[in-house]
């Protein structure tokens, strides 16, 4: 079992700048794979980037070169900088973990989630 609890969140004017974190419970040193997903309103929630323990990345098309995930071993978090924000990217974050590799590579944990809105 771990916890993950995001924070970060909040309101910022397009083109700003945000960065989320995510603290997990216990060492995420051997977990598998990390990562943040959003939902908007009356969307369905939707895979934001991810990263294994090895540092590889994967991005959605529509942040890549704008948002940049990392995690910190050592402090147990896992970090989303986002750049050039834009109101479509207004919506819940959701932290999640996959300790171990799955078949259908659903995340095994989420956090609660914390909202982001973008608006002038």
């Known amino acids: 079992q771990v916890q993950l609890v995001e924070s970060g969140g909040g309101l910022v004017q397009p083109g700003g700048s945000l960065r989320l974190s995510c603290a997990a419970s216990r060492s995420i040193v051997r977990f598998y794979r990390m990562g943040w997903y959003r939902q908007a309103p009356g969307k369905q929630r939707e895979r934001v980037a991810r990263?294994?323990?090895?540092?590889?990345?994967d991005y959605a098309d529509s942040v890549k070169d704008r948002f940049t995930i990392s995690r910190d071993n050592a402090k147990n978090t896992v970090y989303l900088q986002m750049n050039s924000l834009k109101p479509e990217d207004t919506a819940v974050y959701y932290c999640?973990?996959?300790?171990?590799?799955?078949?259908?590579?659903?995340?095994?944990?989420w956090g609660q989630g914390t909202q982001v809105t973008v608006s002038s």
């Open positions: 999640a973990a996959e300790p171990l590799p799955t078949n259908t590579g659903a995340p095994d944990y």
């Open positions: 990263i294994k323990n090895g540092g590889s990345t």
